[in-house]
Nanobody
C-alpha cells in the first residue's frame, strides 16, 4: 500500500504561481510512474501531467503545456507540480497518483493509488 499526501494548494490571483508537492509513504516512489490529475466542480477528473520512473519521459495535457512543470525527487520520495501563469480555469482539486505499470498514461483507471487532493483556486 502506498499513501500519498499532497500539499501546496491555495488561493492565488490569475497569473500567479503555486508549487504542489506529493510525498509518499509505504513504498519508494522511484519504482513508479507518477501522474497529476485535477477535478473541477461538476467535471470529470482530468489528466494534467505524468512522469516516468526515471524522469526521462514527461507528458502534459495541451492546456497546461508551457505553464506547468512536473518533476520528481526520488531521494525525497516526492513529486512536484510547478504551476505558473495560472488561469481561473485551472481551479480544481489536484490529485497525485501512482501507477504500478510502466509508461505514462492519461487515463485515471491506469493509476493504482491516489492522494486525498489539494484545492487550487485561481481568482480573476
Amino acid at each position: 500500500q502506498v499513501q500519498m499526501v499532497e500539499s501546496g494548494g491555495g488561493l492565488v490571483q490569475a497569473g500567479g504561481s503555486l508549487r504542489l508537492s506529493c510525498t509518499a509513504s509505504g513504498r519508494t516512489l522511484s519504482s513508479y510512474t507518477m501522474g497529476w490529475f485535477r477535478q473541477a466542480p461538476g467535471k470529470e477528473r482530468e489528466f494534467v501531467a505524468g512522469i516516468n520512473r526515471s524522469g526521462s519521459y514527461i507528458y502534459y495535457v495541451d492546456s497546461v503545456k508551457g505553464r506547468f512543470t512536473i518533476s520528481r525527487d526520488n531521494a525525497k520520495n516526492t513529486v512536484y507540480l510547478q504551476m505558473n501563469s495560472l488561469k481561473p480555469e485551472d481551479t480544481a482539486v489536484y490529485y497525485c497518483a501512482v501507477r504500478e505499470g510502466t509508461g505514462v498514461r492519461s487515463t485515471s483507471s491506469a493509476y493504482d493509488y491516489w492522494g486525498q487532493g489539494t484545492q487550487v483556486t485561481v481568482s480573476s
